[in-house]
């Protein structure tokens, strides 16, 4: 329930339709007025100011879009919301372009429709919503490029915090694309050593028969093809930090020369007779479960225990799902800008499919998701339509579920329920479209349920199909 009595102007010339959204909007504590024609809507917003407008796009008379237009005129701060039976991206497009907060096609889903009404009426028009935005951007960039204010990410500023300004070893673990090198890079700008070499070491990238040269440097004539004296990193990054990214990729051989630079803060060049000593931080990275790999004898149980002394454990994004709508928008300016397009907003339509995703790739996957939707977008609002998820990554993901066993006693340890039952209707439905040949009405009969029931939970689910002829 709302504490303040928000008035919301329904338009729609269908009666049962004005009907169930008086009912449940009246529930929800807003004042409601219904009109059943486009002139008598504008007739109401003549007569009184309302704080939000849902329209129908086509009404018997005159065109939603028209109504919309009126209410604009007549007050900007009215927030509108357009829906429709009939969803097109062109009369998306002219709705949004035209003010409106939203488009939502029908049939929609109660509560979606409530939550989407909430927040604009929260937000109150496009303008206030792009200002909270960006204030949330400037508030949330706590540290460098770090993006987010969820609970686990504010764990992760304050570990940041007390840990800068030590010379402590870090132990950052993660799944791949988390931001792991953004933390990393964060506690160097944060500590004594700001203004000093940053360098970053791929531990997977660098073949291993080039991997001790380029750490420890050489002399020369110390290998064929050693013409002159080399450098190595771990020299150039002296009074820095230096950041050993995928450390559970390092060999053995050099898992030992790399403890000793712990140990000692010294080591040769290849080559070298002499200790060159340095003075730097370690800060390591791995997506990898060390402690298993140390068990297995991959990893030096040593130089973990070295490596380990602080750990930062950076949360997936499914985990930090709160953030996602800011690290969207943060990637959609960023793009947008680089691309020369003005697409300034996503649709709450959009952020609801993105919301639905999982993202196994995490904050990476995500930036390289919007990176791709604002490519192909002709249009400033970014639709659902337009929200490049690919089909191959979906089935992916649902084969991944289609063999899953559930067992009951895994509740003692916690488990998401919504998750897991997203889970086996996404495996269902993808299941009946692919015996049905891609088509809707046949996967529906083969679920049992009707057609638009089918087109709302696609919709829901973001899974896209083949259009039907």
């Not at 400033?380 to 339509?385: A, R, W």
Request: glycine content about 6%; some cysteine.
């Amino acid at each position: 329930m709302t504490d303040k009595k928000n008035s919301i102007l329904v338009v729609d010339d269908e009666r049962s339709m004005r009907e169930l959204l008086d009912v449940m909007l009246s529930r929800e504590g807003y004042e409601i007025n219904c009109a059943e024609s486009g002139s008598k809507a504008i007739s109401c917003l003549e007569k009184k100011d309302f704080d939000l407008l849902l329209c129908d796009i086509r009404l018997g008379d005159i065109s939603g879009i028209d109504v919309l237009r009126a209410a604009k005129k007549k007050n900007l701060k009215t927030v509108v919301i357009m829906i429709s039976a009939y969803a097109s991206t062109e009369t998306a497009i002219e709705a949004m372009n035209g003010g409106a907060y939203d488009y939502v096609p029908k049939p929609f889903d109660n509560n979606e429709l409530k939550e989407t009404i909430a927040n604009a009426l929260q937000l109150k028009t496009i303008e206030q919503e792009k200002k909270i935005i960006d204030d949330e951007l400037k508030k949330q960039l706590h540290f460098g490029k770090i993006i987010g204010n969820s609970p686990a990410m504010l764990h992760v500023y304050n570990l940041i915090r007390q840990v800068a300004k030590t010379k402590t070893s870090i132990l950052v673990t993660g799944e791949s694309g988390t931001g792991k090198e953004l933390i990393a890079r964060a506690i160097h700008d944060e500590s004594d050593r700001h203004d000093k070499p940053f360098v970053v070491i791929n531990c997977g990238g660098i073949p291993e028969t080039l991997m001790e040269s380029e750490l420890f440097g050489h002399k020369k004539g110390s290998f064929t093809g050693s013409t002159q004296d080399k450098k190595g990193l771990f020299e150039a990054a002296d009074k820095g930090t230096v950041f050993l990214d995928e450390i559970g990729d390092l060999s053995i051989h050099l898992q030992v020369k790399l403890l000793r630079v712990l140990q000692e803060r010294a080591f040769k060049p290849v080559g070298g007779n002499e200790d060159i000593s340095v003075d730097i931080r370690i800060i390591s990275a791995t997506n990898k479960d060390l402690t298993k790999e140390v068990i297995e004898g991959r990893f030096r149980e040593d130089l973990f225990y070295r490596l380990n002394v602080i750990e930062i454990k950076m949360p997936p994004l499914r985990e930090r799902k709160s953030d996602l709508r800011v690290l969207a928008q943060h990637f959609l300016e960023k793009y947008s800008l680089e691309m020369g397009k003005k697409v300034t907003k996503i649709s709450s339509y959009a952020i609801n499919l993105l919301n639905n995703y999982q993202f196994p790739g995490n904050i990476r996957e995500l930036e390289n998701l919007m990176e791709r939707s604002v490519a192909i977008t002709d249009t400033n609002i970014l639709l659902p339509d337009s929200l490049a998820i690919s089909l191959h990554k979906r089935r992916r993901f649902v084969e991944g579920v289609k063999d899953r066993r559930f067992d009951l006693n895994d509740v003692q340890k916690g488990v998401s329920l919504d998750t897991i039952l997203e889970d086996l209707e996404r495996a269902y439905i993808m299941k009946a479209l692919e015996f049905s040949g891609g088509n809707k009405n046949k996967a529906a009969e083969l679920l049992g349920i009707r057609y638009h029931t089918m087109w709302h939970r696609l919709n829901k689910l973001g899974i896209e199909t083949k259009s039907e002829k």
